[in-house]
């Protein structure tokens, strides 16, 4: 396989969209498919989809096409799912209770281990069979837990100090909720979540 830091973002963001296409096929019984069925269903060049894959190994057969669960076993193993990732949550409010409820990403290994808030009259209680937890014992948990991914889902004016204390209790990677930008060290990746500006966009297309 290529070397990671080759390899662009956005090849990289495209693989959980393939994963999801082809666990569908699985699902419903789909042995193989080609990338030109790919692209059609997925609205993406069927050229783009073979170079994507391409960067990664041989995964197709001429003829043939890609093999549905080969091609799910290798995309799993380049985006690091086979074992379990563990993943903390900075915010139990109504959207942190909404996402740590959300199960669907537990097929893929991965699990919310840990909430986090800094309110008084949230410490303690239970959510998704976690209990909640001051912000004092953030860095012991991440490490005790070895934890690498976090949610930040708190207002816009705490997400950079939560930012912070989350770098320097050796997190990896960000998954920002709050509707602003977050800065950290260079390695820390940091995406963002902003249902407000998707929607903004979309209004532009609207007639």
Partial sequence: ?????????????????????????????????????????????????????????????????????????????????????????????????????????????????????CDPEKLGKKVAGLTIQPLEELAETIAALNIKLAIITVPASAAQSVCDQLTEAGIKGILNFAPTTIRSAKDVRIHYADVTSNLQSLAYYLS
């Fill in 1 to 117: 396989m290529a070397k990671q830091e080759k390899i662009s973002e956005a090849v990289v963001r495209r693989l959980p969209i393939y994963l999801r296409y082809l666990s569908y096929l699985q699902q419903v019984g789909v042995a193989t498919v080609s990338s030109q069925q790919m692209g059609k269903n997925l609205d993406v060049n069927p050229a783009q989809i073979r170079k994507d894959l391409a960067t990664f190994g041989d995964f197709g057969k001429k003829g043939i096409g890609y093999e549905v669960n080969y091609l799910i076993e290798k995309i799993r193993q380049i985006l690091k799912l086979t074992d379990e990732i563990r993943v903390v949550l900075v915010g139990a409010g109504h959207l942190g209770h909404a996402i740590s409820n959300y199960n669907a990403y537990l097929k893929d290994n991965m699990r919310i281990a840990a909430i986090f808030d």
